[in-house]
């Protein structure tokens, strides 16, 4: 079993990018439950917290910890992960949870034989109207969805080159979070029915997307992904139902039905992620939903892969 110090749970985050910086950060620092003790950076870390160069740095001449948070891109994570639980630390993954389904089976079998909380956090799930949504959604009859997530790379990812590379998701990056809420309010599993992938020529990762799913009711689920779109911003999931339609705007931040706000109230996702994970930790259970990523997968499986034309940033 995983020795844990008593008090506070001792964290080291890897990775100090944006999301690290935006989110993970602040979190940690409003959790009593948890204790920032290092961080991994090939860069200077943070003022005040020890800072190594790489985790086999860090787990070997660092100071005593429980959990990591991997807030690293994708494509490297199983590495880091695997490492960590080899030393017997609880593990956190940001999204999405690994570059392909296996590794991800791989580390679970690893945390479950040791008895170690493993991670997969999708963000997006602890927004406000998540929960709601899928409680008003119980017992209706689907009769269709329309997902629409569109918005501009250039602002939300300036300068992430990793992001366009093979395993760097392109805009499956955000449109995994659509597929997050999805998967976790809709009553049935959905499945893929087709799907176009528009790489740009000179970039390895689609740049937009467009996919039919459905369900054993042949529900008709249609998600658009874009990552040209400039002006407003766009991340909505629409449900009409026997009992009237039900509208999530700002990646599930507001909730309307039949026309009329219910619920809009900014939280923050990672406060909820950071509650979570000490609940897992201190219940030594593990919290692992890889339905997102295998949608992705099937994506890039079942899809057309057409050109257009090259990206630059
Ligand atoms: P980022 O700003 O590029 O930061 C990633 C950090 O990971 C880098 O700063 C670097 O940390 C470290 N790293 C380790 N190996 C790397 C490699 N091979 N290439 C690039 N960086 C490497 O990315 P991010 O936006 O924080 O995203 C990280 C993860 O969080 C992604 O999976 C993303 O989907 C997820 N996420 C991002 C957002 C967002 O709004 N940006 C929101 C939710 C989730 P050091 O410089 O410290 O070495």
């Known amino acids: 079993m995983a020795a844990i110090s008593v008090g506070p749970i001792r964290i080291a985050i890897v990775g100090v990018g944006k999301i690290a910086r935006d989110q993970h950060i602040p979190s940690i620092t409003d959790n009593a439950d948890f204790e920032l003790v ?12 020890a800072n190594f160069k790489t985790l086999k740095h ?24 695997l ?19 296996s590794e991800i089976d791989d580390l679970t079998a690893l945390a479950d034989q040791d008895e170690l909380s493993l991670f997969a956090t999708w963000h997006s799930r602890f927004a406000a109207a998540v929960q709601p949504a899928k409680h008003w959604l119980q017992g209706k009859q689907l009769r269709r969805a329309t997902i629409l997530w569109k918005e501009d790379v250039r602002h939300w990812h300036p300068g992430q080159e990793w992001i366009w590379d093979a395993g760097g998701f392109g805009v499956f990056d955000p449109g995994i979070n ?4 999805i998967t976790e309010i809709l009553p049935r599993p959905i499945f893929i029915k087709d799907a176009t992938l528009l790489f740009p020529e000179n970039r390895a990762a689609p740049i937009a997307a467009d996919m039919n799913f459905t369900d054993s009711a042949n529900t008709p689920i249609r998600f658009e992904l ?24 700002k990646g599930g931040s507001v909730m309307s039905i039949g ?20 609940d897992l930790i201190k219940n030594r259970e593990s919290d692992v939903d890889v339905r997102p990523l295998r949608h992705v997968a099937d994506a890039f499986m079942r899809g057309h892969h057409l050109k257009t034309e090259a990206f630059t940033s």
């Open 38 to 49: 290092a961080t991994v950076s090939s860069q200077s870390g943070l003022d005040d917290i």
């Open 58 to 81: 860090m787990l070997e001449q660092g100071p005593e910890l429980d959990a990591v948070a991997l807030c690293t891109p994708p494509s490297v994570r199983h590495e880091l992960a």
């Open 83 to 101: 490492l960590a639980l080899e030393h017997r630390k609880h593990v956190l993954l940001e999204k999405p949870p690994g570059a392909t389904l």
């Open 178 to 181: 659509a597929l997050s809420i």
């Open 226 to 249: 874009d990552w040209r779109q400039t002006g407003p911003q766009t991340w909505d999931i629409e449900i009409e139902t026997d009992q009237g339609t039900l509208l999530l705007q």
């Open 259 to 278: 026309g009329n706000v219910h619920i809009e109230e900014n939280v923050s996702e990672y406060d909820g992620i950071y509650r979570r994970f000490a």
